[in-house]
């Protein structure tokens, strides 16, 4: 009769050769871009939206018209690739890509140009532009209670969140303020040099109890260039934020910062479905062509 050896007899098979682990999928790469009245700035962003690189910057020619500033935006984070997506801030009032309105660059020529496209042409990655304030908010907020975010730099900013959700985008800067002039005329870069820091943080004093009668927040924060010129002692409800948030907050133009906060964003044109970035080189169509720039 054959002996069947118990289970506990058998020698145990030899372990397997494992498999070879498959290589870690590199970290999303984002390439945030902060342009200004006065500087443009750039830097690469990790997935938790810190910054991984050094920060890459040139001057704003004055009245830049859009095409010029394609092409040297292209310069600039040219040292700083690779990338897998692109967040970009614009001093203006900007919708699902295209821009409303540019005061600190010469409105006219900007009116109706689709920065949002011919950035991915210019790129080839997926862009996504918003108003480089509520990019600023987007970065500073904690997402509770109703939050008010103010930039001063060479104009005036504005955004404004309920429980981590941005709100339709004002342009309280050209918004009347005090005796006939507006925010941006009484608290912005020209006025500060006209005035001096003194009579220039009244100013702001005076602007933090209107902005709270107006939209009863939580709480304020003041960013920019020039908010490291506010020497007034603030209330506990008010703070100051770093300049960099206006780059860091671009991660949250990719991720939901609240339900629904990337549906502002167009998808299917510039923007890959979900969050992903599209193929290497892929750019959509419809994309606008760009005149031939010769960059100093």
């Not at 006065?38 to 009245?63: H, S």
């Not at 107006?214 to 300049?243: E, I, M, Q």
Request: glycine share 10%; proline share 8%; charged share 25%.
């Amino acid at each position: 009769m054959k002996t069947i050896a118990a289970p506990e007899d058998l020698e145990p098979p030899a372990n397997p050769a494992p498999d070879e682990a498959a290589p870690p999928q590199p970290a999303i790469r984002t390439l945030a871009i902060d342009i200004g009245g006065t500087g443009l700035k750039a830097c690469i962003l990790d997935p938790d939206g810190k910054m991984i690189t050094e920060r890459v910057r040139m001057k704003t020619p004055p009245l830049c018209p859009p095409r010029r500033m394609v092409q040297l935006l292209a310069k600039l984070v040219a040292p700083l690739a690779p990338f897998d997506q692109v967040s970009v801030g614009f001093p203006g009032v900007v919708r699902r890509g295209k821009i409303l309105t540019a005061h600190n660059l010469g409105s006219k020529a900007w009116q109706g140009f689709d920065l949002d496209l011919a950035l991915t042409k210019a790129l080839g990655k997926a862009v996504r532009v918003l108003n480089d304030a509520d990019i600023q908010g987007l970065g500073a907020i904690k997402g509770q209670g109703v939050e008010v975010v103010i930039t001063l730099g060479t104009g005036v900013g504005s955004s404004i969140f309920e429980d981590g959700r941005l709100s339709v985008h004002l342009e309280l800067a050209h918004h009347p303020f005090r005796r006939g002039d507006t925010y941006e005329e009484q608290l912005g870069k020209v006025a500060y040099a006209k005035t001096g820091r003194l009579k220039w943080n009244k100013r702001v004093a005076k602007a933090i109890e209107t902005i709270r009668t107006l939209t009863h927040f939580d709480h304020l924060y003041f960013g920019g260039g020039n908010a490291t010129h506010v020497t007034l002692k603030l209330p506990k409800d008010v703070s100051l934020v770093s300049n960099e948030m206006g780059l860091c907050g671009g991660i949250w133009l990719w991720r939901e910062r609240s339900p629904g906060s990337t549906d502002i964003f167009r998808r299917g044109e510039s923007s890959a479905a979900g969050d992903e970035p599209p193929a290497e080189g892929a750019v959509p169509a419809g994309t606008p062509q760009l005149e031939e720039v010769t960059v100093p």
